[in-house]
């Protein structure tokens, strides 16, 4: 066990290096200046000694390996650049919102998990009959689905028409910081979460779909019906226990769609998380922090593989005892 | 063998059972497999029939037609009946495990993350699994830790006492045991067969599908021939010695001649495909008495000196 | 002395639904091709005329004159949604080619080269898909400064790595076959050995692949320019309409988002059926579903 996490560690610092090296090269080919896009509108007013000055600041007219160098270590410190857009430190911006990314991705990984699982079983049981039919194309159509289209039918339903839920933001405007209760943020939380959540639910309810039928055309469940079992005691006794962990792997292996469609949630909702930063960082040109994004979102995603595969070697009994012996 | 054998009325009684399933072919077209034509079988209380024969002539699906768990592309005609009763699908699925259960081959047939003494335990239907379950495990000389280990944990012959246990923990009066013994040791080999034996001396009915010959001559008290997916013979197994000239169907007295310990002489040929039977005797094609009428007239059954054949020739 | 009654386990309709099942996967390709032709074709046929702005005739809700609703220039909704439709089906198709062609290489020579080529092509594919593909998306498209091109090499650079994995999974399975290894002994070039025997067997994981391919890129394509990435308001993708219609929901015009949109997701549900039926019909493996 020690030995895999060593690896993995070491895969994990592997990969983020690569990572970052290969963000610093394609951002440093990027045909945008980045001088230009933090001085946007103030072109006029800047003379060429401010504006060599400025490059100077951040480092720009040095060569690229050494720029490599310098923003490699100061990652390390824990000194990830300050957000030209916010003109705050990158790395305060990213914990602000990753905590409200991730609140949105937790209620929404939570709701596709708990309902698609709920509608696969749903259909492998009944496989064949009109039930199966009827949640095979429901799931086939949403997975089709924009989830940005999706979130803006909610928004148009919900928000505008009914006006159950506010149209955006993720704390009420024009309401003082800490007079945010926790009840306004679910509020704001919950139409983005549910478009998260419901455009989800179709590609874990087909994978638990596939797998439960595969469970049930095997030779244990054939034996386990020669000896009587009814359909409930099939999935009772053997179909939730050997889909289980197929179903939590694939959960925690999802980390990058659901990363990929909170940036299209928050984008619809004008909610203030990581996506929507990422997605400013990009338009605007803000090199710090749309590195940072993509250095965070690489170790999201690796946290969540990284989770899957040790929940297997936890839980599967073949794995688990077959170590000992190593 | 068994000397409880009886000659009550039957426990077991199949006629004319015919199997068969629609499958597709190469290129999408579809093609009707005949697994089994006309089966004709019964078993008595106490007794242990033995069906032998080649392997892959459709024996397993006897077994899951008799208990009701063929896949959804079979089409099933002709009549089983237990203890006097038309077995009806309904009636199988009330009685499976709980009046007719199966020994399977091999431990794929166990559900893979599930410790086996809580598999066998299933079995017994009511409070007393656990008790039941280890005073099994203990009569088939299981070591303790057994009921805690998993399927893919256990030793060839580990695997056949619980595969066993499985049947004996039941309180199926009738046992199909499919195929117990696939090339295994002969040690492990004596000591299921005995273990058959034991469940047959308590009174059940033991239904052993094998294609191992001196097996089922060592335990059964008949043995049922299978041949492209049918019974040709029933025969009391004492009718297997000699020159084998107590038997009644040619194909019985091939295979017997065919032992090593005989004249080690094989038949030419081989059986047919269930894709492609011709009308007539099934053995017909490779038989030395066949005559015209073996290959345009489907033999009859007939009963002689106590055994049951299918043969325009018997005598 | 045998009863002939029947006990059906299954009954008679599963000869009549296999056949029609061939049938109406070919019938079901068909009808998918000519609705996505038609949209292309469609879209060079209506003419400029129906861009053309008519301020009298601004935000009106759908109506038979316009099914769609018009825009607050007095655009013709269906109009822009078709041509919308066809210029992400056309960005789709840019970014799937190639996408498909870097795939097929990677993967031949994943499967054909060496062990150290292997690796360092599958630590490849890992590294590609240890970032969101959104936000891979994004950095690569400011990369190239925004723009179209942008939008369709971001797209490009992250679904090459799914379907490498899957033809490297095939060619590997290829190559220990024997009529491979013959010809590798008989001193065949790799390069021999790939395109004459292991090509002909990947064309029906090919070409399934890419059809299969075209509704992640269209989508992941309408959304970075939903984003506001590869802007180009002259020639409006479906991303941006939508986008654009952001504007004036709270307005209450409804179907300036709803038929855009419903229209994407009818575009890529035929992909999919058509990628899906192909494979029906290609792949001998999956024949008996």
């Given at each position: ?16 290096v ?20 933090y001085v ?24 690229l ?26 790395l ?7 905590v409200?990314?991730?609140a949105?991705m ?8 708990v ?12 496989q064949?009959?009109?039930?199966d ?8 159509t949403?997975a089709?689905?924009p989830?940005?289209?999706?979130g ?16 955006g ?9 800490h007079?945010?209760?926790l009840s ?16 989800g ?7 638990t ?35 289980a962990?197929p179903?939590?792997?694939?959960q925690?292996?999802s ?14 909702f ?12 990009g338009?605007r040109?803000?090199?710090p ?11 999201f995603v690796?946290?969540?593989n990284?989770?899957?595969?040790l929940l ?15 | ?9 039957p ?7 015919s199997?068969s ?9 579809q093609r009707?497999?005949q697994?089994?034509s006309?089966l004709n ?18 024996k397993?699906i006897?077994?899951h037609?008799?208990l ?27 009685l ?8 399977p ?12 003494g809580?598999?066998?335990r ?20 299981l ?15 580990m ?5 066993v246990?499985?049947?004996a923990?039941?309180?199926a ?15 492990i ?19 052993f ?8 001559l ?7 021939v ?5 019974t040709?013979?029933?025969?009391p197994?004492?009718?297997?010695c ?7 169907h040619?194909y019985?007295?091939?295979?017997w ?12 040929g ?10 007539g ?5 490779r ?8 290959a ?10 106590g ?5 325009h020739?018997?005598? | ?13 599963f ?5 029609n ?22 879209a ?7 861009l053309?702005?008519s301020?009298?005739e601004?935000?009106?809700p ?6 769609f ?11 822009r949604?078709?041509?919308g439709?066809s ?26 080269g ?7 092509i599958t ?5 590609f ?5 959104l ?16 939008v ?7 679904h090459w790595?799914?379907l490498?994995?899957?033809?490297r999974a ?11 290894l013959?010809?590798?002994?008989f ?17 029906p994981?090919l ?12 989508l992941?394509?309408a ?17 941006i ?5 952001m ?6 015009s409804?179907?300036?988002?709803f ?9 890529v ?15 001998p ?5």
């Open positions: 066990m020690a030995l895999f996490l060593c690896g993995r560690v070491f895969r994990l610092l592997t990969l983020l690569a990572v970052s090296l290969l963000s610093f090269l394609l951002l440093s080919l990027s045909p945008i200046d980045p001088v230009r896009a946007g509108a103030d072109m006029l007013k800047v003379g060429p000694e401010q504006w060599a000055n400025i490059a100077a600041y951040w480092g720009l007219d040095r060569p390996h050494e720029r490599f160098f310098r923003w490699g270590t100061a990652i390390l410190r824990g000194d990830w650049g300050v957000s030209m857009i916010f003109r705050r430190p990158v305060e911006i990213i914990g602000e919102r990753a409200a990314s991730l949105l937790l209620t929404a990984w939570t709701f596709s998990g309902f698609g699982f709920a509608l696969g079983v749903g259909a492998a049981m009944k064949g009959t009109w039930i039919r009827v949640i095979k194309w429901y799931c086939l949403l089709s689905t989830s940005f289209w999706f803006l039918l909610m928004l148009l339903t919900f928000a505008v028409w009914l006006g159950w839920f506010p149209v933001l993720g704390v009420p405007a024009g309401v003082l910081a007079e945010v209760t306004d943020r679910l509020h704001h939380l919950l139409l983005p979460a549910l478009t998260l959540g419901i455009t639910v179709a590609g874990v309810a087909l994978h779909r596939q797998k439960l039928i595969e469970v049930l055309q095997s030779d244990y469940v054939l034996f386990a019906k020669a000896r009587g079992e009814s359909d409930l005691q099939l999935l009772r006794r053997h179909g939730l226990r050997n889909i962990l179903a939590i792997t694939l925690f292996a980390f990058s769609e659901l990363f990929g469609g909170s940036v299209l949630a928050e984008q619809v004008s909610y203030p998380g990581l996506g929507q930063a990422a997605v400013q960082a338009l040109g803000d090199v922090l749309l590195l940072g994004v993509v250095i965070f979102s690489a170790l690796f946290a969540g990284l989770t899957a595969e297997y070697r936890l839980i599967d009994p073949r794995l688990k005892l077959k170590e000992r012996y190593l | 063998m068994s000397t409880t054998a009886s000659t009550d009325k426990l077991l009684e199949v006629s004319g059972l199997v399933f629609i499958q597709y072919a190469a290129g999408l077209r009707t497999f697994a089994i006309n079988t019964d078993i008595r209380p106490g007794e242990i029939l033995a069906v032998v024969g080649a392997s892959g002539s459709g397993s006897l077994a037609a008799i009701g768990i063929l896949p959804g592309n079979a089409l099933v005609s002709g009549s089983i009946s237990y203890a006097g009763q038309e077995l009806t699908p309904k009636r199988q699925a009330a499976r495990g709980r009046e007719i259960a199966l020994i081959q091999s431990v794929n047939f166990l559900d893979p993350l599930m410790r086996v809580t598999q066998v299933f079995s017994s239907l009511n409070d007393n699994g656990t008790a039941m379950q280890r005073e099994i495990f203990t009569r088939y000389q070591a303790a830790g057994t009921e805690r280990l998993y399927p893919f944990q256990l030793s060839g012959g695997a056949r006492r619980v595969l246990a499985t049947a923990a039941s309180p009066r009738l046992i199909i045991a499919d195929e117990p013994t696939p090339g295994l040791h002969p040690e080999v004596k000591e299921t067969l005995a273990h058959l034996r034991e469940l047959s001396a308590a009174g059940r009915a033991v239904m599908i094998t294609h191992d010959i001196n097996a089922a060592e335990t059964a008290d008949r043995i049922a299978f041949y492209a997916g049918t040709v013979e029933t025969a197994a004492g009718d297997f000699g020159e084998g000239e107590r038997l009644r040619p019985s007295k091939a295979l001649q065919a032992l090593p310990q005989n004249d080690f002489r094989p038949v030419p081989s059986q047919p495909s269930p894709a492609d039977l011709l009308p005797c099934l053995f017909a094609p038989c030395w008495l066949s005559t015209l009428e073996c345009s007239a489907e033999p009859a059954l007939r009963s002689i000196r055994g049951t054949v299918r043969c020739h018997a005598a | 002395m045998s009863d002939t009654q029947s006990l059906p386990i299954a009954n008679r309709r000869s009549r639904l296999h056949i099942r061939r049938q109406r996967t070919v019938i079901v390709i068909a009808l998918a091709a000519v609705f996505l032709l038609s949209l292309l074709v469609g060079q046929l209506l003419d400029e005329a129906g053309s702005t301020l009298t601004r935000n009106l759908p109506a038979l004159a316009h099914p609703g018009t825009d607050w220039l007095g655009r013709d909704m269906l109009v949604t078709v041509k439709l210029l992400s089906l056309t960005i789709g198709l840019f970014a799937a080619v190639p996408s498909v062609l870097i795939a097929l290489v990677l993967a031949l020579a994943s499967g054909l060496n062990k150290h080529l292997d690796a360092a630590w490849l594919a890992d590294l898909l240890a970032v969101p593909h936000v891979l998306i994004i950095l690569i498209a400011f990369v190239f400064g925004g723009g179209t091109t942008g369709i090499a971001g797209v490009t650079l992250t790595p799914t490498t994995r899957l033809l095939e060619v590997l399975q290829l190559r220990s076959a024997e009529f491979v013959v010809s590798l002994r001193g065949r070039s790799r390069w021999w050995v790939a395109t004459r025997h292991l090509l002909p067997h990947l064309k994981q070409l399934v692949g890419f059809i299969l391919l075209f509704p992640h890129a269209i992941h394509e959304a970075v320019t939903f984003l506001g990435f590869g802007l180009s308001p002259h020639r409006p993708a479906i991303g309409i939508l986008s654009e219609s504007r004036y929901l709270s307005a209450g409804w179907w300036l988002a038929f855009p949109g419903l229209a994407l997701l009818i575009m549900r035929t992909f999919d059926v058509l990628g899906d039926n192909l494979r029906l019909l290609i792949d493996r999956s024949a008996q579903e």
